[in-house]
T-cell receptor
């Protein structure tokens, strides 16, 4: 079975500081990994994804993530936080059950950006 | 371009009342459709998914059911709501050939059961 772990539920950074959101995965097959962002009272929006190829993936809004197989990690980073980055972030891994493909999400991480 | 619509956006219902949340997708054919529930502090839980009309798979046994009466319509229902059904319900779709590679989510429906 596939799963992701996002340790902790809240991260607080100052505006202009580095953003680092951690995600570790478990997968019995080569993983497809995703980061989604959710702004208050809205649906989820895809930030970036890793399927195959280059392990450093760049996404929207200046975010990037690096797939590290040896560490089973897919941490999300942004060099300089902006107030508009305040949101909840979800890591997800492709899962399989009964021959069907679906996404398995972590519990999410709420990012607060302080002025 | 493809769009996904969910309604109602917010709903307050008494315990024991029925529920119907609707989701429609435009601009694509035979999409994979999903219902997720987001409860406070519990992340996203996949409730149902469908790969075609009348084909529904349930992930978690519970008080809810789903139906897909048309290719691009996905409905989440309950005959009698429980307090524990409160949450934020998200519909999503993916291209049938892409599988779950890219999920596009609707804006969500917030259900409060009193």
């Amino acid at each position: 079975a596939q799963s992701v772990t996002q340790l902790g539920s809240h991260v607080s950074v100052s505006e202009g500081a580095l953003v680092l959101l951690r995600c570790n995965y478990s997968s019995s097959v080569p993983p497809y990994l995703f980061w989604y962002v959710q702004y208050p009272n809205q649906g989820l929006q895809l930030l970036l994804k890793y399927t195959t190829g280059a392990t450093l993936v760049k996404g929207i809004n200046g975010f990037e993530a690096e797939f590290k197989k040896s560490e089973t990690s897919f941490h999300l980073t942004k060099p300089s936080a902006h107030m508009s980055d305040a949101a909840e972030y979800f890591c997800a891994v492709r899962g399989f059950q009964g021959g069907s493909e679906k996404l398995v999400f972590g519990k999410g991480m709420k990012l607060t950006v302080n002025p | 371009s493809q769009t996904i619509h969910q309604w109602p956006a917010t709903l307050v219902q008494p315990v024991g009342s029925p529920l119907s949340l609707e989701c429609t997708v435009e601009g694509t054919s035979n999409p994979n459709l999903y219902w997720y529930r987001q409860a406070a502090g519990r992340g996203l839980q996949l409730l149902f998914y469908s790969v075609g009309i009348g084909q529904i798979s349930s992930e978690v046994p519970q008080n809810l059911s789903a139906s897909r009466p048309q290719d691009r319509q996905f409905i989440l229902s309950s005959k009698k709501l429980l307090l524990s059904d409160s949450g934020f319900y998200l519909c999503a779709w993916s291209d049938q050939w892409a599988g779950a590679n890219v999920l596009t989510f609707g804006a969500g429906s917030r259900l409060t059961v009193l």
